[in-house]
């Protein structure tokens, strides 16, 4: 959860310096790094499978530290998920998630929506129809295979949850 909250993610920054660090990566991972649209729709679109959402983990947690990209202070209650994406068929892992979300900037309904099982949020935001816009905050790499990135969610103008997707950059290779 620390890395979600990480200080220095609140600076603007354009899509070609995002990625300018990582030349080498696959043109279709450069392009979803980026990408303000629904991960597990352009994930079944390129791999020509549905993708299933896993919940691995989800709880509510009182922060230690403050979040200032989500408005949030140490001591408030902040809703920690973490999910799976694989392929339905092949059962190849392509992504990991892991959000943070601000109760408190999410009507109870919605809140309800997001957290559901296996549901992605992505998909949840499209079908409620609100005023919602992602900003990719970082890109970053954790190992040799992976990458990721963090951005965040508004909703009606609020900051209300806070993403970091990792991506296995070996699925994105023409070998793979």
Do not use: K
């Not at 990209?69 to 998920?81: D, P, T």
């Not at 994406?85 to 109760?103: D, V």
């Amino acid at each position: 959860m620390q890395r979600l909250g990480e200080a220095g993610l609140d600076g603007e920054q354009d899509d070609r310096s995002l990625l300018a660090p990582f030349p080498d990566l696959p043109g279709f991972l450069r392009a979803l790094l980026v990408a303000d649209g629904t991960v597990t729709s352009l994930l079944g679109a390129y791999f020509d499978e549905p993708i299933r959402v896993s919940c691995v983990e989800q709880d509510e947690v009182t922060l230690d530290f403050a979040i200032p990209v989500l408005q949030m202070n140490a001591g408030e209650s902040v809703f920690w998920r973490g999910v799976t994406l694989a392929g339905e068929e092949t059962g190849r892992q392509y992504a990991t998630a892991f959000s943070l979300l601000n109760p408190a900037n999410i009507q109870p309904c919605l809140f309800q929506d997001l957290i559901s099982d296996n549901v992605g949020m992505g998909e949840v935001l499209r079908n409620s129809r609100r005023g919602s816009y992602r900003r990719v905050l970082r890109v970053f790499r954790d190992e040799d295979r992976d990458v990721s990135r963090t951005y965040m969610v508004y909703l009606e103008g609020l900051p209300t949850i806070l993403i970091t997707e990792t991506f296995d950059v070996s699925c994105f290779h023409a070998s793979a």
